[in-house]
């Protein structure tokens, strides 16, 4: 289903693209490649958004117009890529600089998982084209595309510093993919051959477009300059042709050497798979034995202990008996003591008093003897005096 304001973002696309001019320096070929797949970016976005808006429905993957989209897009972000060698040669992709968009706008995550999950590719190209399917559908392909073009940081790894990406072209077709948010789009990838695809831009779409338009003067001059471009994609398409048959060469050289290398890696994972399996075992079992010897040592270490303690526990109650022992003889040493003292304490009061007693008698019988002498004095000088002597005596 399209929207209203379909045609205000085409003529905004178009007030973009007019800022930029449409012949660049003769002496500059990589400045006339970007501005050539500037030039079909726009045109293919453009015929897409006015085609859809016509067929007044949800676009699925057989629609020309949607089909040459991709395949114009697919150029661009191929135009600079850097050289990466890989195990069957050099290989030059797109989708590792598409990789970025996921750390940079972590909701396109969902997207790259979608795509390594699909089955059937195999190939980063297969990918890429994937990608770029599932970005449209979404509606944010505008959106993750201006994303990575402002990290050029970034995108300096996968491209060179003259691509379409790294210059103001690709900032300019980031703004022309806007438009496509009005389109809706259901693709079914599955059972599609993105892998082995060969993308071939169709002119004659384009030039039909151009008949049109030929109605005024300005419509001429931008047939003049499609067909100059299309002249120039030409060659650069026979150059690829090339290109892809030598490597298709290369390819099926390797093929041969690469079946015999799978085999060989094969056996050797199987070699190591077991070799990990040993080693874990042999970790397993190391472990184990580890694990025992602790506990048998901590076993010895405890029972030692507890023996000790419980010697020590035995000698301190016992000793603790002999105290308590000690203490109660010496409590009742105390005891038999302090009723002894007492005792003699007693007995010494008593005889105190006693003593007290027999000095007193003996005064008085020290007394009466003396008396009793001087009255026998007495009588033996006056004996008429011995009787009253003797009463008083008495």
């Known amino acids: ?91 030059k992709s797109f989708w590792g600089a598409l990789e970025l968009v996921e750390k940079l706008t972590p909701e396109a995550g969902e997207i790259t998982a979608s795509v390594k999950d699909l089955p059937g590719l195999k190939t980063p190209l297969g990918r890429g084209r994937a990608w770029l399917r599932l970005a449209l559908m979404q509606k944010k392909l505008s959106d993750y595309m201006k994303t990575i073009i402002n990290r050029k940081d970034l995108l300096s790894e996968f491209y060179e510093p003259n691509a379409l990406m790294m210059e103001e072209e690709g900032a300019v077709i980031a703004g022309l993919l806007v438009g496509l948010n009005v389109i809706d789009a259901n693709l079914c990838m599955k059972g599609e051959d993105l892998d082995s695809q060969v993308g071939v831009i169709d002119f004659s779409m384009y030039l039909k477009d151009g008949g049109h338009s030929s109605k005024s003067t300005e419509g001429d001059g931008q047939i003049t300059a499609i067909l100059d471009q299309k002249n120039y994609v030409e060659e650069l398409n026979r150059h690829l042709s090339a290109s892809v048959n030598n490597l298709q060469a290369k390819v099926d050289a390797l093929e041969k050497s690469n079946t015999k290398l799978t085999e060989e890696l094969a056996v050797a994972n199987n070699r190591i798979i077991t070799l990990q399996e040993d080693v874990e075992r042999v970790k397993e079992e190391s472990s184990y034995q580890l694990e025992s010897r602790k506990v048998k040592t901590m076993t010895n270490t405890h029972l030692i202990s507890q023996c000790f303690l419980l010697k020590m526990k035995m000698d301190v109650e016992k000793e603790l008996e002999v105290q308590i022992g000690m203490k109660q003889e ?27 007693d027999l000095r007193a008698i003996n005064q008085q019988i020290s007394h009466k003897t003396q008396v009793m002498e001087a009255a026998a004095d007495q009588y033996h000088h006056h004996p008429h005096l011995s009787t009253s002597l003797f009463i008083h005596i008495s």
């Open 1 to 91: 289903m399209l929207h209203v304001h379909t045609v205000k973002s085409v003529s905004s696309a178009v007030n973009i693209f007019s800022c930029f001019p449409l012949f660049p320096d003769p002496k500059d070929p990589i400045a006339i490649e970007r501005l050539n797949l500037m030039n079909m970016a726009k045109l293919s976005i453009k015929g897409l958004i006015e085609s859809a808006l016509n067929l007044g429905r949800t676009l699925d993957s057989d629609y020309a117009p949607l089909q040459q989209f991709f395949v114009v897009m697919e150029h661009c972000l191929k135009h600079g890529l850097k050289t990466k060698k890989t195990f069957l040669g050099q290989n």
């Open 330 to 356: 010496m409590e009742l040493s105390m005891k038999m003591l302090e009723k002894d003292i007492c005792e003699k304490q007693d007995a010494l009061v008593e005889l105190r008093q006693q003593l007290e």
